[in-house]
């Protein structure tokens, strides 16, 4: 069954420095998104990207932050200068289209700022 | 603001038992519903959606919800509960002509034997 991937699993990283967060989408998917989650918090919608383009953002994601489709198959979440608050689960998701489609998630990347 | 409320913290069930994992949404107009399950140290899982129709939805692992409009709630429910479906179920909302999924706080399931 095709699943979307995350590397790494687990990122450790000192406050100030810039991550990159990768993720391979499912082949066939249009629509790519990230979410985080703050350890004890809700799930929340960071970004959507469709057609080489930012769809939707939501308001965390900031000048801090850009995703990018840098070649076929991966997508990635930058995070410039990171911040102890940055610390959390970041998941990947993709789906088939859009809105009434549902999107399946990666198994997370969690990103420790210290 | 829109937001969805999964009342429960944990659902505790004996197994073979009925299970129901509530929640209710507060989204203007008429969003798309969807509920995840996540395993330990495991992603999200999509277990199934409502979108229009019917309102009583089937999805993966005997897993059914009932979609109420004028409640605004989209219980998850199953017959009888198996061990394995310990677990963190989210209820998530999605209004039309948006991309963003509006997660509730997630519920744990425990299935006692």
């Known amino acids: 069954e095709p699943e979307v991937t995350q590397t790494p699993s687990h990122q450790v990283t000192q406050m100030g420095q810039e991550v990159i967060l990768r993720c391979v989408p499912i082949?066939?998917?249009?629509?790519f998104y990230w979410y985080r989650q703050i350890l004890g918090q809700k799930v929340e919608f960071l970004v959507s990207?469709?057609?080489?383009?930012?769809?939707?953002k939501s308001e965390i994601f900031d000048d801090q932050f850009s995703v990018e489709r840098p070649d076929g198959s991966n997508f990635t979440l930058k995070i410039r200068s990171t911040k102890l608050e940055d610390s959390a689960m970041y998941f990947c998701a993709s789906s088939e289209r859009g809105q009434d489609t549902e999107a399946f998630f990666g198994q997370g990347t969690r990103l420790t700022v210290v | 603001a829109q937001s969805v409320a999964q009342p429960e913290d944990q659902v505790n069930v004996a197994e073979g038992n009925p299970l129901t994992v509530k929640c209710t949404y507060s989204?203007?107009?008429?969003?798309?519903l969807f509920w995840y399950v996540q395993y330990p140290n495991r992603g999200l899982q999509f277990l199934l959606k409502?979108?229009?129709?019917?309102?009583l939805v089937k999805g993966s692992y005997g897993f059914e919800a009932e979609f109420n409009k004028s409640q605004t709630s989209f219980h998850l429910k199953k017959p009888s509960a198996l061990v394995s479906d310990s677990a963190l179920y989210f209820c998530?909302?999605?209004?039309?002509?948006?991309?963003?999924?509006?997660f509730g706080t997630g519920t744990r399931l425990q299935v006692f034997p």
């Open positions: 409502y979108i229009t129709g019917d309102n």
């Open positions: 998530a909302v999605r209004r039309p002509n948006t991309d963003k999924l509006i």
């Open positions: 989204v203007s107009g008429n969003p798309y």
């Open positions: 990207f469709y057609n080489n383009e930012i769809s939707e």
């Open positions: 082949s066939n998917h249009l629509y």
